[in-house]
């Protein structure tokens, strides 16, 4: 029986030469700057990284902002079908009161306006 060849860990000498590599982002250009410059530019260049990492932050935050209103958005509108479903359905099935009051529910996520019309109308 052949013995099997031992795996190895070494590091392919190609990788070597990526791990030195300095990292290229602002951030990273602006701290080795910061390192090498003088009192006034040192206080410039933290100014500005501070308005830099502010930024991100902020485009960011907006990007999670539309991000949960999409999913609000499709949330309200698949819960508004289910429940337009379910009234459809009660009133096919001759529970008139039930099926109405989810039929309104579902209409009201999605046109509220005419909702509180119809409901203005039906008090007189």
């Known amino acids: 029986m ?4 031992p795996l190895t860990t070494s ?11 300095k990292p290229t982002t602002a951030i990273a250009l602006l701290d080795e700057r910061i390192s090498k410059a003088t009192t006034q530019e040192m206080l410039e260049l933290v100014y500005i990284r ?3 990492i502010q930024q991100d932050e902020t485009r960011l935050h907006r990007t999670h902002v539309r991000m949960l209103e999409k999913r609000n ?7 508004s079908f289910c429940s337009f ?3 459809i359905g ?4 001759e529970f008139g009161l039930p099926g109405f009051l989810c039929l309104g529910a579902g209409l009201y996520a999605i046109a509220p306006n005419f909702i509180d019309r119809m409901t203005d ?3 007189g």
Request: hydrophobic share 40%.
């Open 2 to 5: 052949p013995n099997p060849t």
């Open 121 to 123: 109308s039906l008090k």
């Open 90 to 93: 009660l009133v096919v099935a």
């Open 11 to 21: 590091v392919p000498p190609s990788s070597e030469n990526l791990i030195s590599e």
């Open 50 to 52: 501070d308005q830099i």
């Open 73 to 79: 958005f499709y949330a309200k509108v698949g819960l």
């Open 85 to 87: 479903a379910g009234g």
